[in-house]
């Protein structure tokens, strides 16, 4: 079962903020939060991901919650390519089953022009 | 580097015949993963390997699949005989293992999109 929740869809315009929120309320100590997308008939794709800190890399910005329950994933200007399906990931740093990743329904974000 | 290769792209094939999807990782990666996606049951993970090595094949549905791994470089998930529920887009992804694979960036293929009359 995927231990995130995540709205269903999400709407945003070109060139704006874009913050897709995931609730991980039993999140452990040992678990990273990840993130992934999937392009229209494309394999998913890795986004970013952090442990407690907030990260940053050329395509998002990653703001975890001091409590570690939920997380924001921010794309600071919407394209019309960033239209995807988005999954929040828990994966456990120590490995086995735990740290596979286990995708659930994800986000769905339109970005209109 | 090329990416995760998946061959073939489609494939339309009537149902109890054997259907061999492929799979090249990307060099030097450790880990291959097959995942399959419907729109029932999302993304799911079917089996991995490290080394070559099958590791869990829990999420394998049943017997008529299998998978393996004669080298590094080229990985066949097998489905005979296959059946209608069979039809799905099948995914090929690998990783590095640096961090033994299951925090590592995992690089996902194109898919076969497998359809079965």
């Known amino acids: 079962d995927a231990k995130t929740t995540q709205p269903n869809s999400m709407e945003s315009n070109e060139e704006e903020p874009v913050h897709l929120p995931c609730n991980h309320s039993t999140i452990s100590g040992t678990d990273y939060i990840h993130w992934y997308r999937q392009l229209p008939s494309q394999g998913p794709e890795y986004v970013i991901h952090g442990l407690t800190s907030n990260v940053n890399n050329r395509m998002a910005s990653l703001a975890i919650a001091e409590d570690r329950k939920s997380s924001t994933l921010i794309l600071h200007r919407a394209t019309l390519r960033d239209a995807a399906v988005y999954y929040c990931i828990l994966r456990d740093r120590n490995g086995g089953s735990q740290g596979n990743l286990i995708f659930g329904k994800g986000t769905k974000l339109s970005v209109k022009p | 580097d090329a990416g995760v290769i998946q061959s073939p792209r489609h494939e339309v094939t009537e149902m109890g015949q054997e259907v061999t999807l492929r799979c090249k990782p990307i060099?030097?990666?450790?880990?291959l993963f097959w995942y399959r996606q419907t729109m029932m049951r999302g993304l799911e993970l079917l089996i991995y390997?490290?080394?070559?090595?099958?590791?869990?094949d829990s999420g394998m549905p049943e017997d008529r699949f299998s998978a393996k791994m004669p080298n590094a470089s080229f990985s066949t998930l097998k489905i005979q005989p296959s059946e209608p529920r069979d039809s799905a887009v099948y995914f090929c992804?690998?990783?590095?293992?640096?961090?033994?694979?299951?925090?590592?960036?995992?690089?996902f293929g194109p898919g076969t999109r497998l359809t079965v009359l």
């Open positions: 060099s030097g990666h450790d880990y």
């Open positions: 992804a690998s990783s590095l293992g640096l961090a033994g694979g299951f925090t590592d960036t995992q690089y």
């Open positions: 390997f490290n080394n070559n090595v099958p590791i869990d």
